[in-house]
């Protein structure tokens, strides 16, 4: 069974650093991608990044570029998060999520275009 699962959520000032980890088990495939999204209350769920394996290649939203950065360790499955420089609107829900056929890059942000869903983890940007 395909699981992802974030952790990593926490309470920071503005400006300040997190970082997010999604581990994923029950899948081997090299051709896949792990995406990240959040929602604020209220708000639609909204893509942050996303990294395409085997290549590494990567997609942000406009919104986190130059602040945020994905990465990720074969090793240990993981993917991570960094985020830096935060401020209060990326206050969120943040939640990891797995496209068994990674879409073309113009349809990566669509929520319903991904597979597999983690329970979330809470960034809360406040001074």
């Known amino acids: 069974q395909l699981q992802v699962k974030e952790s990593g959520g926490g309470l920071v000032q503005p400006g300040g650093s997190l970082r997010l980890s999604c581990s994923t088990s029950g899948f081997a495939l090299d051709y896949h991608a792990i995406g990240w999204f959040r929602q604020a209350p209220g708000k639609e769920r909204e893509a942050v990044s996303r990294?395409?394996?085997?290549?590494?290649?990567?997609d942000y939203t406009d919104s986190v570029k130059g602040r945020f950065t994905i990465s990720r360790d074969n090793a240990t499955n993981t993917v991570y998060l960094q985020m830096n420089n935060l401020k209060p609107e990326d206050t969120a829900t943040y939640y990891c999520a797995a496209d068994l056929n990674p879409a073309p890059e113009v349809y990566w942000s669509r929520v319903g275009i991904w597979d597999f869903w983690g329970q979330g983890t809470r960034v809360t940007v406040s001074s």
């Open positions: 990294i395409v394996s085997p290549a590494g290649t990567t």
